[in-house]
């Protein structure tokens, strides 16, 4: 299957999945779920590309111009924040009533299934439960805050965060140089999405301002602030990642002392400069802090104030 | 012929295949046999339980050309039309797709009209719970005298949302959650009839997994089947889940409890790396943890989650090493970070964390087992001089807290309120008929309603009843000496510094 091949890393997914294919017992209902950006929409476009090819001869030409007539995609419209009702009503119930036109299946994928509305979600219960036999519901969702009642009417598909070896893989076939890749790959924390969006970033530079921020904060502590802040403001989104990732470094140096176990060897040398012990707790509370802190970024909050925020976070946990 | 999923063909189609929900079937039975079906009927319950099958069953048993003992016969045209969907007087409506005034006016429209093929109209409305509240009531009336020749059948996960006067015109069933047993009967049944060689294990697993639904257990075992093919071991089932087993769970405890950082992050990544989601992990340890805690209180008896046959020795060895506290605070970091890792992209470390926090929490906890066992037994080791002392100012602190639990008790029993506002002060200790209550800095509003007449009578009659004789009371200020200065400094005088400051 030339298509599914352009999938990496998902070898359980594929494998169920081509299965399925073969066998010819394909479930009217399926839902991939797993972290945002690791491949379930490719893969999910790439199977039913390869289903519909198998069916339908002259599938290719279709597909190349993104309009099968077996094939459906339904997505969040851009202004809206869920998915709503009509989505699954008014597009997908009629869609699916009328018989498959060239393929033998016909295929809906439903994009971000976990932002399906309360009454979307209910709307989706008996088609998703028997659907006319040539359909193939394919859900898609990042976080499984589904309705329990959805999920145990489909085939749950599970994807899991890349290994740091094939996100730096497919790092290099997009033309990024190996050392950015690397770091890239470790930053993106298994999905491709994230890794993507380092890999084009600057990144040592930014782990030299990361590392300068925790080590000016560790050694003036609140005088640091309003210079630590600044520099975050380089690029917030990327460094906060760094900073986490100092701070769960330098938890787990201070108590285990192994080099090993650390994402990135600079760590070490702040435990060392600033030559203190650390308090466990505090860090701990720190990376908690962090972790939350993250999300306002994408909402609409000035960034330098969470940065401040940030940065007495890190503050605190060293003093 | 397209592939149909197992849980869609594995439908009930007779009431005796209907697993589980026995008083149910044979109710319905029973009124089927002597005619005195009601016209309404409301099925509540979780999902996988059998009401739109039975709904479907008792469709067919009404239509049916000739029906045995309440069964349909699955064999004539009304049957064979009713399973193939093309029935023309039995309707099923989705409610969630057609919720509005108007769907329902329409079928109250439609609903006079007589049975066009069989004897009786079917009206099947299925998550009933989504109708717009105007669609209920337009439902009202005919939901209360339809037409003699017609059946509403709704069918719910939510009863919670059915409006009372909805519930009031219709017969009510509760379907119950399957038990493991018999979502493990049914599977196996399935599984032979396909010729599949299942472990027994496995099975167990899948219907454990399940949580009481059958099209959820019947949905994992297609999945597997799936993956798999005809032979399917526990690790299968494992590896289509995303689980991890519970062996891996015992070993990273045991790393936990000995306080094995590096071990434990080691086996965290581990698992993370051969593609579990953080989340899953997360959840797995909190049902091994529950699973440790029933082993505690309930021994071989109890009803374990994730451990399996032989690795109960995992719980037996790990028993003795946590006391029962630590094991439900670890159990609630744990919950929540399951929450947490719903929505966080950050999630391995997360993860690390969590286990960290446990980490403290768990080793910390055999030390003070040691301890209380010591002040139990206290003949075993001669007591040095060295531990004397805390083991006695341990036996004072130990008996103040029992005095002043009983205080709070007795104002509890006379008004939750003012309990509520004591519970909140501490117990310094009692001088010359005296009792001494702080408050911490933050609690001022406490301190000053325990002041007040009515509060203070109610305090001072549990005194009296406790220590038999009337006792004043003086509520004093703990960490800010801006007030009642005096006080303080008299009850530092009295009781010593170190009982009077207040630590968190």
Known sequence: ?319 | MSYLALYRVHRPQRFEEVVGQDKIVKALQNALREDRLSHAYLFAGPRGTGKTSIAKIVAKAVNCESPKEGEPCNQCASCRDINNGTFMDVVEIDAASNRGIDEMRDLREKVRILPAQGKRKVYIIDEVHMLTTEAFNALLKTLEEPPSHVIFILATTEPQRIPATIKSRCQIYYFRRLTLEEIAGRLKKVSEAYGMDWEEDALYLVARRANGGLRDALSIMDQVYAYKGERITKQDVLDVLGVVDDVFLAHLLDAVLSRDMKRVIEMLGQALNEGKEAQQLARETVFYLRDLLLYKHLGDKADFYVVTGDNVHFLEEQKGKVDQDALLKALRIMMNSVERLKFSEGNRFLLEMAFLEMMDILSSSPGKLVEGEDEMTGDKKPASGKSKTPVKEKARDEGEKVLWQKILAGVKEKKIPTHALLSQGKFIGIKDDVIYIGFKKGYRFHKERMEERGNREILEEVLAKIFKKPLEIQFIFLDDDQYNDIMVKKAIEYFGEDVVQIRD
């Open chain 1, 1 to 319: 299957m030339p298509f599914l091949a352009q999938v990496k890393g998902q070898d359980k997914a594929l494998h169920i999945l081509k299965k399925a294919a073969e066998g010819g017992n394909i479930s009217h209902a399926y839902l991939f779920i797993g972290p945002e950006g690791v491949g379930k929409m490719l893969t999910a476009r790439m199977w039913a590309y390869s289903l519909l090819s198998r069916e339908d001869e002259n599938a290719a030409l279709y597909l190349r111009e993104g309009m099968h007539p077996d094939l459906l995609v339904i997505e969040r419209d851009e202004n809206k924040t869920l998915l709503g009702k009509d989505k699954i009503v008014k597009d997908l119930e009629p869609w699916l009533a009328l018989k498959p036109y060239h393929a033998g299946h016909r295929i809906a994928i439903i994009r971000d299934a976990h932002l399906l509305s309360m009454e979307g979600a209910n709307a989706l219960l008996k088609t998703l439960e028997e659907p006319p036999s040539y359909a193939v519901i394919i859900l898609i969702a990042d976080e499984n805050t589904l309705l329990e009642t959805i999920v145990s009417r489909c085939q749950v598909i599970r994807f899991s965060p890349l290994p740091s070896r094939v996100l730096e893989e497919i790092l290099l076939t997009r033309g990024i140089s190996e050392e950015k890749a690397k770091e890239a790959a470790r930053l993106g924390q298994g999905s491709v999405a994230y890794a993507l969006h380092f890999g084009e970033e600057e990144i040592s530079k930014n782990w030299q301002t990361a590392l300068y921020i925790v080590s000016i904060l560790g050694r003036d502590g609140e005088a640091a602030i309003g210079e630590a802040a600044e520099k975050m403001e380089a690029n917030p989104q990327l460094i906060i990642r760094m900073l986490e990732t100092i701070l769960r470094d330098m938890l787990v140096y201070n108590s285990t002392g192994e080099e090993l176990l650390l994402t990135v060897k600079e760590s070490q040398d702040i435990v060392k400069m600033l030559n203190k012990r650390l308090n466990e707790e505090k860090l701990r509370q720190a990376i908690n802090k962090i972790g939350v802190l993250k999300g306002y970024y994408r909402r609409n909050v000035n960034s330098l104030l969470i940065n401040i925020n940030v940065c007495y976070a890190v503050k605190n946990a060293l003093f």
